[in-house]
């Protein structure tokens, strides 16, 4: 039976909504007067699906789709709005409410919920197939556009994410060192912008990448990026097509001397995330890995239910 919870401070709504919904099919109807009630009734059992008033004491509706936004992600929310929320229902839209529906034409919300509903279930088997998935490998060809790198940093820690790999604090350390992995592959490695530029002139340093990167032989180099994922970690192969360098030149960038240098830093940061940084011989390939401390995942228990 699918449960909805309904969170409204007026009695009246709150029995209208119900009403509304035991009438159109078998629903297992909660009630909260407020967000905060709702949000401690959500972290002891979640629902289906959390119907929401936007205008509310104590936790308003805004913030209650705020919160499970970030803390339950699959959860969907479907807003009544009335009048004079318009402004706030677009916000709570923007911050990840699925569907509303006026208070004023609340007969629409069982077809609304049953929608949403269906959507949602898609998402949940997409993310569960997505822990279940053993091992993935693909590869990237990029230029060296540093949006469009930093954008594929934000692909791949949804894949991390969605595997349910490691914890938040490890997916932004370990995309932290693939940023600077790539950022360094497209402005030292292809455009030939030394770090040591960097230190002296900050605005010529980014001003000549952009000029490189406009011009031959600069233009053309591509990073080729490789993704190894599979239950015991991730790896990570970035390859750029410059002249590359001696990787045993490197100076230490844990020694006291350097760390306060801009140049070495992204070598620092790759070092401390990740669990081994090695470099090919010519210098144009950096190989980032980082293993999983737990073999099992939580969350991958519903790959294995009966």
Known sequence: MTAVLVVDDSLVDRRRAGGLLERSGEWNLQFAENGAEALMLIRGR???????DLQMPELDGLELV????????LLPVVLMTGQGSESVAVQALEAGAAS?????ELSLLPDTV?????IAGERRQKATLRRCLQTMRCEYVLGNDPALLTALVGELQTFLQELALFSEADRLRIGVAL?????????HGNLEVSSELREHDYALYYETARQRAKATPYRDRRVQVQVDLSPSGVR???RD???GFNPRSLPDPCDPRNIERSSGRGVLLMRTFMDRVEYNPS???VTLTKLVRSERSPARELCNAS
Not at 114 to 118: D, F
């Open 66 to 73: 705020r919160a499970l936004s970030r803390d339950f992600p």
């Open 114 to 118: 049953e929608r949403v509903l269906a």
């Open 46 to 52: 979640i629902p289906d699906v959390v119907v929401t």
């Open 236 to 238: 990570y192969v970035i």
């Open 179 to 187: 940023e600077e992995a790539l950022l360094n592959a497209a402005y």
């Open 241 to 243: 097509e410059g002249q």
């Open 283 to 285: 210098g144009n390939e």
């Open 100 to 104: 509303y529906v006026p208070k004023g």
